[in-house]
C-alpha cells in the first residue's frame, strides 16, 4: 500500500511539475502586443495630429468631405512600430464618442489597413470628437484609442 501511495504521488507531483512548466513556457506562436509611442494622424492634402504616450493630440484635426487619411502608430525612436502596423493582429477603427452630428462614415483603404476615406453628410460648426481605435484582432481587444477635436469642413 506503501508503494502504491508514492507512486501515486511521484506520478502526481510529476504531472504538476510537466504541467506548470507547459503553462509557463512561451507559446509556440506568440500574439504580439504593440508598444506605441505616438501616433501619427495625417490627412493626405491637409494637416496633421500627433499623438504623445499618454494620448495627447499636438491639435485639432480638420477633415472635409472625401478627406483620406493615414495612421502611423510609432515606436519609442519615432519609427513606425512593426507589431501595431501588421494587418494579421492588428486593424484601425474609428469611433465617435461623443456622437457623429456630421454623420462621418469611415471606409478602410483595400490597399493600406491604416488608411482611409471620411465622408460626411453634413459640415459641423462645432468640433467633433473622433476616436482612433488600434484593434488587436488576434487578441480581441483595443490596445490604444485617441480623441482628436476634429472639425468637419
Do not use: K
Not at 519609427?79 to 474609428?94: C, G, Y
Not at 470628437?129 to 476634429?150: A, C, M, P
Request: glycine content about 8%.
Amino acid at each position: 500500500m506503501s508503494f502504491r501511495f508514492t507512486l501515486i504521488c511521484s506520478t502526481s507531483l510529476a504531472l504538476s511539475i510537466a504541467f506548470a512548466a507547459c503553462r509557463d513556457s512561451g507559446p509556440v506562436n506568440p500574439d504580439p502586443h504593440a508598444d506605441v509611442h505616438s501616433v501619427l494622424v495625417e490627412v493626405i492634402g491637409g494637416g496633421s495630429v500627433t499623438f504623445n504616450r499618454q494620448h495627447v493630440a499636438s491639435g485639432d484635426l480638420t477633415i472635409g468631405n472625401n478627406a483620406v487619411i493615414a495612421v502611423t502608430f510609432r515606436d519609442a525612436n519615432g519609427e513606425e512600430d512593426a507589431i501595431a502596423q501588421n494587418p494579421d493582429n492588428f486593424e484601425l477603427r474609428v469611433n465617435y464618442p461623443g456622437g457623429n452630428p456630421a454623420g462621418l462614415v469611415f471606409t478602410p483603404s483595400p490597399t493600406n489597413p491604416f488608411a482611409g476615406t471620411f465622408t460626411r453628410t453634413a459640415p459641423t460648426t462645432t468640433p467633433m470628437i473622433v476616436q482612433f481605435e488600434l484593434f488587436h484582432v488576434t487578441g480581441d481587444h483595443n490596445d490604444g484609442r485617441w480623441n482628436v477635436q476634429t472639425v468637419v469642413q
